[in-house]
């Protein structure tokens, strides 16, 4: 298959997927069938038009991680130590577990431990918008739990950015090196996100029209400088984006206005190409009913753990650790990493398939529960997918993040 009949294939997919995951009321499964849609594509793909397509992927992936810092509001200093501290005790039990898993199922260790903490962790741009949509006791149980996810995230994104070099066979200066253009870069773009961001927002307030082309470019060019100082580009979006969110009120419009390219073509295509990162033999061997097995495993184990201590600590009920369950997008970071440090097919397919499983457990596991659409779907992962459902994506629910849950607060009383 070439790259031409890949792109004729993919903009067919983005006619008719986004349309089938309506007519199925389950809009948070478009994302997934993108990835086995690449994974299935990729069985008649050469390894060059395979690295193509994730190298073309890696501008939605950009986005995407920008879309997520957005997102998240950082708390606190005091907040911010209670969080990760929790966040800390969550990921530290399930390390050793998952990396033996991978292990036994063929992944190298050092591979293992990389997808292990991606699958520890969580993908905060998933977990949001169902978050804005739970019922929690009151608005300050919610904070925390929001804190929680966001500590747990952002904990896993500094562990993967560590395991880079580290994998990569570098010596230890050249780790440390490599760790203070990380920090550089992420100084760097925060510091332009604080700077820039009054500029933007008083733009954006005063009702004038702000090209998105203009913004995208801005976002790739400092993405790029950020890459060159040593953090990837993807991890330098996501810095922007939680400073810009943290500097301005402005937010929701900005990630409106990057909607249409972000949502309807260079997510989806970066979904697409990380699917064809797998062979498709694979699935024919242990490799991937095992990773089923894990994630589900993995699953019900998160579930027990969450209920026995983390439920009364975060002041919760046990159904609340679904919403930590979607992983997608840490997942990618992972598979990223281990592309990078020339990890071979196998720890690959452990690591997607793992993650697959997992998320779309906790999405069944929330329609069992008998939760409405907008409670059990992740609303802002396929915008597309939600026309005329009835349900308002997160985004233009209200100005203000912490607004939003308030008024769901008082509808829900």
């Not at 800390?88 to 903490?117: D, E, K």
């Not at 990837?232 to 996501?238: C, L, R």
């Not at 206005?257 to 064809?276: A, S």
Request: charged residues 15%; aromatic residues 10%; glycine residues 8%.
């Amino acid at each position: 298959m070439t790259i031409l009949e890949g792109a004729v294939l993919l903009l067919l997919l983005l006619l008719a997927l986004p349309d089938f995951c309506r007519r199925l009321e389950r809009p948070g499964l478009l994302y997934p069938l993108y990835i086995v849609a690449g994974i299935l594509a990729g069985a008649f793909m050469g390894a060059e038009i395979r690295h193509v397509w994730r190298e073309i992927g890696q501008f939605g992936f950009v986005l995407l991680l920008f879309s997520v810092g957005l997102e998240i509001e950082l708390p606190g200093r005091r907040e911010s130590v209670s969080a990760a501290r929790r966040a800390a005790l969550w990921m530290a039990w399930q390390l050793p577990l998952l990396t033996g898993l991978g292990w036994f199922a063929g992944v190298p260790w050092p591979h293992a431990l990389v997808a292990a903490i991606a699958l520890a962790s969580t993908s905060v741009g998933m977990a949001y918008p169902l978050w804005l949509n739970f019922r929690f006791p009151d608005s300050a149980t919610r904070r925390r739990f929001l804190e929680w996810i966001v500590a747990v995230a952002v904990l896993g994104i500094l562990l993967l950015a560590t395991a880079g070099p580290v994998l990569g066979g570098a010596v230890w200066w050249l780790v440390v090196l490599k760790m203070v253009g990380l920090l550089t870069a992420a100084v760097l773009a925060a510091l332009l996100a604080v700077r820039g961001a009054p500029h933007l927002s008083r733009l954006l307030a005063s009702g004038l029209k702000v090209q998105v082309h203009f913004v995208v470019l801005g976002l790739f060019a400092i993405a790029a400088l950020g890459d060159r100082l040593g953090l990837s580009a993807p991890k330098t979006a996501f810095v922007l984006g939680l400073f810009i969110s943290r500097a301005t009120d402005q937010e929701a419009q900005l990630s409106h206005r990057l909607e249409p390219l972000r949502d309807r073509l260079f997510v989806p295509v970066f979904f697409f190409g990380l699917g064809t990162l797998v062979e498709p033999r694979l699935l024919l061997t242990l490799v991937f009913p095992l990773a089923v097995a894990t994630g589900l495993c993995h699953f019900g184990l998160r579930r027990f753990i969450y209920a026995r201590w983390f439920a009364r600590r975060l002041g919760t009920d046990s159904g609340a650790h679904l919403l930590a369950a979607p992983m997608l997008t840490i997942a990618a970071v992972a598979v990223e990493v281990l592309a990078r440090a020339g990890a071979d097919q196998r720890a690959l397919a452990w690591t997607l398939a793992s993650s697959l499983s997992l998320t779309l457990a906790a999405a069944f596991a929330r329609v069992a529960t008998g939760a409405t659409l907008a409670e059990s779907e992740p609303t802002m992962a396929a915008p597309e997918a939600w026309d005329h459902a009835g349900v308002t994506t997160s985004p233009d629910r209200a100005d203000s993040r912490l607004a939003a849950p308030d008024e769901a607060q008082k509808k829900g009383a």
